[in-house]
């Protein structure tokens, strides 16, 4: 059974940092392009980080460059999202997804082309 499971969220102060993880089972990682998205309350769905399956390209939205990175564990088939400098507009809940075949996310295409989705992990960010 695919699935993808995020954990690590939590409450954090402001300036803080946070590491999430993403662990797959069903499936090999390594194949896929990684995303991390979140959403805030009362907005949408946004894309946070993209890496691409020969980790060698990498998007990074402007609201996050400088602070968030991410990477990955072949071995332990896991993702992370490394988080610091935490901002209280960081607030939310936080996914994600990966998509075979392709370095990046489609921002016009539903759940942004994405194949399969973890449930989220909430953080919040206290000021």
């Known amino acids: 059974q695919v699935q993808l499971v995020e954990s690590g969220g939590g409450l954090v102060q402001s300036g803080g940092s946070l590491r999430l993880s993403c662990a797959a089972s069903?499936?090999?990682?390594?194949?896929?392009?990684i995303g991390w998205f979140r959403q805030a309350p009362g907005k949408e769905r946004e894309a946070v980080l993209c890496i691409s399956s020969s980790d060698d390209s990498t998007y990074y939205s402007d609201s996050v460059k400088g602070r968030f990175t991410i990477s990955r564990d072949n071995a332990k088939n896991t993702v992370y999202l490394q988080m610091n400098s935490l901002k209280p507009e960081d607030t939310a809940v936080y996914y994600c997804a990966v998509r075979w075949g392709y370095s990046d996310y489609d921002a016009q295409a539903p759940n942004y082309g994405m194949d399969y989705w973890g449930k989220g992990t909430l953080v919040t960010v206290s000021s």
């Open positions: 069903g499936f090999t990682l390594n194949y896929y392009a």
